[in-house]
């Protein structure tokens, strides 16, 4: 992998414990991002993540052994791109080719493959959407990620001020981003209501008493980017500018 060579990351708005973008935006209110900071601050991020991981997993040693058979002594910081790469070529004959999911983890391959076998965003995109967890046998797999449908200049005027108070030196070119896990936000926030406790960091966040964001809750859509199920036989859709990218063919057949 070149660096160049973009990594597209998908939000699972089904999957609340593994979507990124919800993670993303829950991670960026608990610790917002300043001028001079990188997304992970600090030094040594490789070794305080394995820290925690390694702590994480020893206090649920006997469980993950009862649940899963698994030891936690064969699991490692790796373990997240090894997985990821194992479930991505699960049995799955749709799934995306083994050259992608390689070139997707940053592995090399032997002989020629490598000088041949190059990175294209079609084989990305599809690692992306199936890594997220979006299900590959439904139609959901083609779904776009929650965004607010804003009528009116004053309403997407609130959208800018909500982000600009939340995170004032985030830069401009992450907005899209950060609106997208807002709307995620919004969509799951009774499913963070249930599953974490009251005093989580999340909840400190003023996000949820910002009067922007709760006037903008209600306007949050869920659609799907591909078919034209809503069209008339004889009218042709010509605005593609939300439609879903890298939908394999028998996601638009369902």
Request: glycine share 6%; with cysteine.
């Amino acid at each position: 992998r070149r660096s160049s060579d973009l990594c597209h990351v998908y939000a699972n708005p089904f999957n609340p414990y593994v979507c990124p973008i919800l993670s993303l935006i829950s991670y960026l209110l608990v610790t917002p991002p300043t001028s001079d900071s990188c997304l992970f601050p600090g030094a040594n991020q490789y070794n305080r993540y394995n820290k925690y991981l390694q702590k994480l997993l020893e206090d649920k040693r006997d469980y993950i052994m009862t649940k899963y058979g698994v030891n936690v002594d064969n699991i490692g910081a790796h373990s997240a791109r090894k997985g990821a790469s194992t479930y991505m070529t699960r049995g799955c004959v749709n799934g995306p080719s083994q050259q992608a999911v390689n070139i997707r983890c940053g592995w090399k391959m032997m002989g020629v493959t490598d000088t041949y076998c190059r990175y294209e965003a079609a084989g990305d995109q599809l690692c992306g959407r199936v890594v997220s967890g979006l299900p590959l046998y439904s139609h959901r797999f083609g779904v776009l990620p929650p965004m607010f449908k804003l009528e009116s200049q004053e309403e997407k005027d609130r959208l800018d001020r909500l982000v600009r108070t939340l995170f004032p030196d985030l830069p401009v070119e992450l907005w899209p981003v950060v609106k997208h896990g807002i709307a995620l936000l919004a969509l799951r926030e009774d499913w963070f209501r249930l599953n974490l406790a009251p005093t989580n960091s999340l909840f400190q966040s003023s996000i949820f008493w910002n009067e922007d964001y709760q006037y903008l809750k209600p306007k949050v859509v869920l659609e799907m980017g591909v078919g034209d199920n809503n069209l008339e036989v004889d009218e042709v859709r010509t605005d593609r500018s939300n439609s879903a990218t890298v939908i394999p063919s028998h996601i638009v057949l369902l």
